[in-house]
């Protein structure tokens, strides 16, 4: 069962992995202005945590086979799959992505907020230079 939290770690990460190339992407071509880059950066990395908790909150009610976990997992381990009790490795599974899906969330708002306080330094910083 250690296989089912790397499955579901490694379905999260290439899904926000994928969402962070295109906010850097945004900041990137935003970075003529820092503040307005790094707002723009946190707007979206805030929106990224939000979409992780609805998905953390609909994840008691999914049926896991329907996702891309469940074809990491069960292309890893078919073993698994095929004798373990389907209802019991469901159950367990929406678990551990519930927890991990929060984990990861946690770690994005916090992501965000340490990129709204550069905006906020940047536009200080602004400010000071301007007057």
Known sequence: MHEIP???DLSIRRAC???SLGIATV?????FDMALA???????TGFLCFALL????RSTRRDVRRTEFWCIFAARNPEIVARADAARLQAAARRI???RLM??????GLAALVLWAGAGIAALLR?????
Do not use: D, N, P, T
């Not at 900041?27 to 970075?31: N, T, V």
């Not at 984990?103 to 994005?108: F, G, K, Q, V």
């Not at 400010?127 to 007057?131: H, I, K, L």
């Open 127 to 131: 400010a000071y230079a301007a007057g």
């Open 38 to 44: 790094l707002r723009s950066g946190a707007a979206m």
């Open 6 to 8: 790397l499955c579901i």
């Open 97 to 99: 992505w519930q927890q």
């Open 103 to 108: 984990w990861h969330a946690e770690r994005i």
């Open 17 to 19: 992995g994928f969402f």
């Open 54 to 57: 609805v998905l953390a909150w």
């Open 27 to 31: 900041m990137i071509a935003l970075s």
